[in-house]
């Protein structure tokens, strides 16, 4: 594996993002939709640096990568959307390559009737992302390479890496 993003210029950036989160929403109550798995090790760092003292967070899983590409699934239960009616979300994601699981999500969350969604991504793809899905947030523009650390698997392993790195096989 290749190192990409050092934890230091992940942390710089991690604050820079908080602090135009923060002025974006100012007092406004907003809930932090944490994607799950890879989000959740940005959203730790991401969230401390939001100075909002009315943002709340949750949950959702959706998509599985399959080794090294996407396979686009998207589970979860309509029910437990339905608290988000009315409410500001920013929706928070690790990483956007296709675009396929924020679009099909945010099809999802417009029925559901938010007040507003927003995306931030720690990190796009832009040249295979197209601006498919428009990042209001977004940390890095990566290369179309597989990356590893910082929450981001391969098959489970390597989300307690610090830092970002290109993973080239073993
Ligand atoms: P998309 O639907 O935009 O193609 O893929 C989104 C999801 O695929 C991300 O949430 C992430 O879980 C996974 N993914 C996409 N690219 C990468 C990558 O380079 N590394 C890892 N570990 N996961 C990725």
Same mark, same amino acid.
């Given at each position: 594996m290749r190192l990409l993003i050092c934890r230091e210029t992940i942390k710089k950036k991690v604050e820079e993002l908080g602090k135009d989160i923060s002025s974006h929403y100012g007092e406004k109550p907003f809930t932090c939709l944490i994607i799950l798995k890879g989000s959740t090790i940005f959203a730790a760092d991401l969230i401390r640096s939001i100075?909002?003292?009315n943002m709340d967070i949750d949950f959702v899983r959706l998509s599985s990568y399959s080794g090294t590409s996407s396979t686009g699934n998207v589970e979860m239960s309509m029910a437990e959307l339905n *608290?988000? *009616?009315?409410r500001h979300l920013l929706v928070v994601e690790d990483i956007v390559d296709t675009g396929n699981t924020l679009t099909h999500f945010m099809k999802t969350l417009e029925n559901i009737g938010p007040a507003s969604v927003k995306i931030c991504s720690l990190l796009e793809k832009k040249e295979i992302n197209q601006g498919k899905v428009k990042i209001d947030f977004l940390g890095f523009d990566i290369k179309n390479e597989f990356v590893i650390g910082y929450g981001l698997d391969m098959n489970e392993r390597f989300?307690?890496?610090?830092d970002i790195m290109i993973y080239e096989g073993e």
């Open positions: 100075t909002s003292e *608290k988000f *009616k009315d989300r307690n890496l610090p």
